[in-house]
C-alpha cells in the first residue's frame, strides 16, 4: 500500500473513531466536539482528493491550446470553404469555355 | 493554345479537389463523432467521481420521526443557562451533515475542470468537417490532449479500483446502533436478536451500496479509457485511413466499452490494472510512454514509505 493510500486509511479510522464519540455524547458535547469533527471528515476527503489528483495530467495551459486548436480548425474551415467555392467557380469556368 | 487555356480553370479545379480528398468531410464527422462519445462517457465517469466524493462522508438518511425525537431530545439536553442560537437549534435539526469545509470547494473545483477539460476537447472538433483537409495539423496537435485526457480515466478507474469508497458517517452511525442494541440492558435477548439481525441487514446492504459505487465508477472510467484510446487512434490516422476504417474503429470502440457494463468488479479490477500495459505497447501512444504516462503509472504505483512526497515536486 503506497504512502497516501495509508494516509485515506488512517484519517478513515480517525473519522469513524470522532464520529462513534460525538454520536454517543449529549447535545452539549456534540456542541464542543463538531468542529473537531468535521475537519476530520475534511481531511479525509483531502486525503481522497489527493489520490485521485494524482492522475491528473491535463492543465490549464493544456485546456488554452485546445482552444487555440479550435481556432485553428475554425481557420482551416473558413479558408476550406474559399477554396471549394473557387474550384466550383474554376470548374464553372471551365464547363463555360469548354 | 486555346486548349492549354480551356485546360487550366479544370486541372485546378481537380488538383483542389483531389486535395481534399485524403481528409474528407465523412473521415472529419466520424472523428467528431467519436470526440463527443468520448467527452459523453468521461462526463459520466466524472459525474460518479463526485458521487464517490460526496457520499463517502454524507451521512446516513433519517427517517421523519427519527429526526423529530432526535431533535427534541438534543434540545432538552441543553443545560438551562445555555443560550439558544440559530446554530444550535440548526445543529439540533441536522448534527450528521458535515459543514462544508475547504475540501467541498476544492472538490467542486476539481470535477468543474474535469468536466472543462473533456468539453473542451470535444468541442475542438466543431467545425472539423468544413476544414477536414487544411485542419490537419490541428488534428495532429490535438493528439497528445486526447491521450491525457485518456490516461486520467485509465488513472482514476485505477485509483478506486485500488481505494474502494467507504461511506464513512454510515459506518459509524450502524457501528453505534449496534452497540447500543449490544450494551441495552433493558433489551431481552430475543429483542437484541431481532434487532441485531435486522442491523446486519443493513450493514451488508451499505456495504453492497459501496461495492456497486466502487464497480460502476471504475466500470464507467474504463468505458472513457477504451473510447478515448480509439479517440487517440483516429486522430494518429486521420490523414491516412479510408472514411470505412474510420467507421469500423469507431464501432470497435463502442463495442469494446459496451462489453465492460455489467463486469464484475475483479474483472474491472483486472482491466484496470492491464490498462496502462496495453497503452504503453500501442505504437500511436508511444510518444507519451515515457511522459505524461510514466509520471502517473509512477504515483499510482508508488509504494513503500521511503518513496513518499509530494508528487507535484
Redesign the interface.
Known amino acids: 500500500?503506497?504512502?497516501?493510500?495509508e494516509v485515506?486509511n488512517h484519517v478513515?479510522s480517525a473519522?469513524?473513531a470522532i464520529?462513534?464519540k460525538?454520536?454517543?455524547a449529549?447535545?452539549?458535547s456534540?456542541?464542543a466536539l463538531?468542529d473537531d469533527?468535521?475537519?476530520t471528515?475534511?481531511a479525509?476527503?483531502?486525503a481522497?482528493?489527493k489520490?485521485?489528483?494524482?492522475?491528473?495530467?491535463?492543465t490549464e495551459k493544456?485546456?488554452r491550446?485546445?482552444?487555440d486548436?479550435?481556432a485553428?480548425?475554425?481557420?482551416?474551415?473558413?479558408?476550406?470553404?474559399i477554396?471549394?467555392a473557387?474550384?466550383?467557380f474554376?470548374?464553372f469556368?471551365?464547363k463555360v469555355?469548354? | 493554345m486555346k486548349l492549354h487555356?480551356?485546360?487550366l480553370?479544370?486541372c485546378?479545379?481537380l488538383v483542389?479537389?483531389s486535395f481534399?480528398v485524403s481528409c474528407t468531410p465523412e473521415k472529419a464527422r466520424a472523428l467528431r463523432i467519436a470526440a463527443v462519445q468520448f467527452r459523453v462517457e468521461a462526463m459520466k465517469a466524472i459525474d460518479l467521481?463526485e458521487q464517490l466524493?460526496t457520499k463517502?462522508?454524507s451521512p446516513r438518511p433519517r427517517g421523519e420521526s427519527e429526526a423529530a425525537e432526535e431533535f427534541a431530545?438534543?434540545?432538552l439536553?441543553?443545560?438551562s443557562d445555555?443560550d439558544l442560537s440559530e446554530d444550535?437549534v440548526d445543529?439540533?435539526v441536522d448534527?450528521y451533515t458535515?459543514?462544508p469545509?475547504?475540501?467541498?470547494k476544492?472538490?467542486e473545483e476539481?470535477v468543474t475542470n474535469?468536466r472543462?477539460?473533456y468539453s473542451?476537447?470535444a468541442?475542438?472538433?466543431?467545425?472539423?468537417?468544413?476544414?477536414?483537409?487544411?485542419?490537419r495539423?490541428?488534428?495532429r496537435?490535438?493528439g497528445s490532449?486526447a491521450q491525457?485526457?485518456t490516461?486520467?480515466m485509465?488513472?482514476?478507474a485505477?485509483?478506486i479500483s485500488?481505494?474502494p469508497p467507504?461511506f464513512?458517517?454510515y459506518?459509524?452511525?450502524l457501528?453505534?446502533e449496534i452497540?447500543s442494541v449490544r450494551k441495552n440492558a433493558s433489551l431481552s435477548s430475543e429483542d437484541k436478536t431481532r434487532r441485531l439481525i435486522k442491523l446486519k441487514e443493513e450493514w451488508e446492504a451499505m456495504k453492497q451500496s459501496e461495492r456497486e459505487l466502487q464497480r460502476s465508477t471504475v466500470e464507467q472510467c474504463l468505458k472513457a479509457t477504451v473510447i478515448g484510446r480509439e479517440v487517440g487512434r483516429l486522430i494518429d490516422t486521420y490523414e491516412h485511413l479510408s472514411v470505412d476504417d474510420l467507421n469500423v474503429l469507431t464501432a470497435r470502440a463502442l463495442d469494446a466499452a459496451g462489453e465492460l457494463t455489467g463486469k464484475d468488479l475483479q474483472g474491472l479490477t483486472v482491466r484496470s490494472a492491464d490498462v496502462f500495459l496495453r497503452i504503453r505497447e500501442d505504437p500511436v501512444w508511444s510518444n507519451v510512454a515515457d511522459s505524461?504516462l510514466t509520471?502517473?503509472n509512477q504515483?499510482?504505483?508508488?509504494?513503500?514509505?521511503d518513496?513518499?512526497g509530494n508528487?507535484q515536486e
Open positions: 500500500m503506497d504512502n497516501d493510500a485515506l478513515a473519522a469513524t464520529d462513534l460525538y454520536r454517543r449529549d447535545f452539549e456534540k456542541l463538531k469533527r468535521d475537519k471528515f475534511d479525509y476527503s483531502k481522497r482528493m489520490l485521485l489528483e494524482e492522475g491528473v495530467i491535463c493544456d485546456v491550446e485546445m482552444a486548436i479550435r485553428e480548425i475554425g481557420r482551416a474551415r473558413k479558408t476550406q470553404s477554396l471549394v473557387t474550384g466550383r474554376l470548374a469556368l471551365a469555355a469548354a | 487555356a480551356r485546360s480553370p479544370l485546378a479545379a483542389l479537389s481534399f467521481v466524493l463517502e462522508t431530545r438534543n434540545i439536553q441543553l443545560k445555555t444550535k445543529l439540533a448534527p458535515v459543514q469545509g475547504s475540501q467541498q476544492a472538490r476539481f474535469l472543462r477539460q473542451a476537447f468541442a475542438t472538433f466543431d467545425e472539423l468537417e468544413g476544414g477536414s483537409y487544411l485542419a495539423d490541428a488534428v496537435k490535438s490532449h491525457n485526457l490516461l486520467q485509465a488513472a482514476f485505477e485509483s485500488q481505494d467507504q464513512l458517517q459506518r459509524s452511525a457501528m453505534d452497540d505524461a509520471t502517473v504515483e499510482l504505483r508508488r509504494k513503500g514509505p518513496t513518499g508528487p
